[in-house]
């Protein structure tokens, strides 16, 4: 088999603090095949958002620290020069991020910002750039585009700069797509738009995508293998049906147990929610253990003390658990 | 039947655009426009709604926190809307509020001891020092804090933490009735489970009223009694919770339920996407609000504005929705029949 479009090995993204070096991203493994979506996921400060920025070098060194390997098409991103990696930027790797109120730049019109990729990576003219962009509103269902491409992002609202921003992203063809919690600051109705322009872009520019989310409802949408992140580490990674039917690591189970079903209420099964009990451990502290000890409801003595090792538990479905468990129903 | 703890008949909140060159006002942000609920004592009201739909400025509208247009706001049989400053205050203590941001809404130079004080002493709920530390004890005792946290600072405490002291601060003074306001939604989903149990033990064991303002229709319908959804400045549809995810009576609420994404991949559920964006509310749309996102649109919708009225297909009685569809045949009615199984696929 061919080797997949994005390989991560051992990523490693620490930052020097004044008090003490924090393990933001440590030692962190997973690859992406051409044309596959693969989403992390994991709560605020468990490295999901370090990790996509490190895939793009967007971490700021020093006080930041990269090490490992991530491996684009054959070659190492983190060996190359910086002008070498601002040809990947924007061009074969691009990215999308949380907040579509800023990050677009608001003095200049939207069409100035889709063309800028163009002109940069492909050498387009100024006319021909405008052309291009107007397709790519088209493309992610602007009306009027060429009335909007002369307009500027106060003008649109959250939805429509955030279709904006996919414009740009996927204006240069890229083979790998970053969406960092894309939809995380929309409305429901505006958020189900998106996925659904997601899910149909896909189907005809045929970017892999990865998805950075803390919304499993979001997973279940769009991705197709799901890697689960806590405090630094991947803990789990399975096809995404393999992960909602039976989870294995306590954490994944904790997390899909502690999100009210919609439709509860039909169905008769309105719980208490279960609780992770505790809080997310400090990244500045090596923990000689498994991170997720301390507000395990299963954990040993062994827990505290030795680290498990990812395994694979079923075909596809590794996970950092010494107790693994077996059967695939979620912890009450 | 007993007097509702709170009753809010036709609230009307307009908010001035100051512009032009003499700073005149150039027209107003019809941000509540004629909204009326009531909730009873112990009881959980939610009010649901995308942003800009009006739901914190009813809120705002409830706890005085500014004059209102229009309208009256009536809590346990009193008018307080208005009431001089003077008689307000007494009133003040038993309704509480718990915000959104659990960063902002804690004062970074009050020791968490303090600003659990502030509200006992300003009521008068402490006769003495001794009472008023024991007092502040049991709060921390109450939110599952250990009592010597009393002497930190916001600083020191994790967002779920904070939200406890936000909680805790709101129990302080006693009060009937809690507004929530998106008070669980900057939370991580752990930390949000362990808020939300919290929320509804307290409420079992001081018989609180809440009206739980979110847009989290998964967090709402574990948590609600009854559930009211608002769209640009209106409700347009209130039901107990069970008529409402089981057969939902207006279009808006039924794209709402069919827009959340459910936790359960693999599974093609009937979608229905609304095309477009909410209307500015400075210049709302004639007839019905919805009307240019609808997908049943029809002549009528743009040039009468449907009443909320109750529904003669509810599944429970108490099911009210503003919708001109349900004063046609039931065969033309796409909402006669109850959707709500399809839409969430289960």
Sequence with gaps: MAEPL????????????????N??????SFHVNAGETVAIVGESGCGKSVTSMSILRLIPEP????AGSIRFQGRDLLKLSEPEMRSIRGNEISMIFQEPMTSLNPVL??????GETLRLHQGLSAKQAED?????LTLVGIPEPRRRVREYPHQLSGGMRQRVMIAIALACNPKLLIADEPTTALDVTIQAQILALMRDLKRTVGAAIVLITHDLGVVAEVAERVVVMYAGKK??????????????????????????KLGSSLTGTETRLAEIPGLVPSLKQKIPGCVFASRCPHATDLCVKVAPALEEKAPGHVAACHYALKEGAIAA | MSTPLLDVQDLKKHFPIKGGFFGGTTGHVYAVDGVSFHINKGETLSLVGESGCGKSTVGKAVLQLFGITAGQVVLDGKRIDDMPAGSLRPMRRRMQVVFQDPFSSLNPRMRVRDILAEPIRNFGLARNGAELTEKVGKLMDTVRLPRDAVNRWPHEFSGGQRQRIGIARALAAEPDLIICDEAVSALDVSVKAQIVNLLQELQEQLGLALLFISHDL??????????AVMYLGKIVEVAPKRSLFAAPKHPYTEALLSAVPVPMPGKARERIILKGDVPSPINPPTGCRFHTRCPYVFDRCRVEEPPLSAVPTALEAGHTAACHLHDLPAEKNPLAVAKGQALLDI
């Design chain 1, 235 to 260: 803990v789990e990674e399975a096809p995404v049906v393999e992960l909602f039917n039976t989870p294995r690591h306590p954490y994944t189970q904790g997390l899909l147990g502690s999100m009210p």
């Design chain 1, 132 to 136: 291009k962009a107007v397709e790519m």
């Design chain 1, 6 to 21: 994005l390989v991560v090995e051992n990523l490693q993204t620490h930052f020097r603090t004044p008090d003490g070096i």
């Design chain 1, 23 to 28: 393990r933001a991203v440590d030692g962190v």
């Design chain 1, 63 to 66: 006080p930041g620290k990269i």
């Design chain 1, 109 to 114: 019109t939207i069409g100035r910002q889709i």
């Design chain 2, 218 to 227: 998964a967090i709402v319908e574990h948590m609600t009694h009854r559930v």
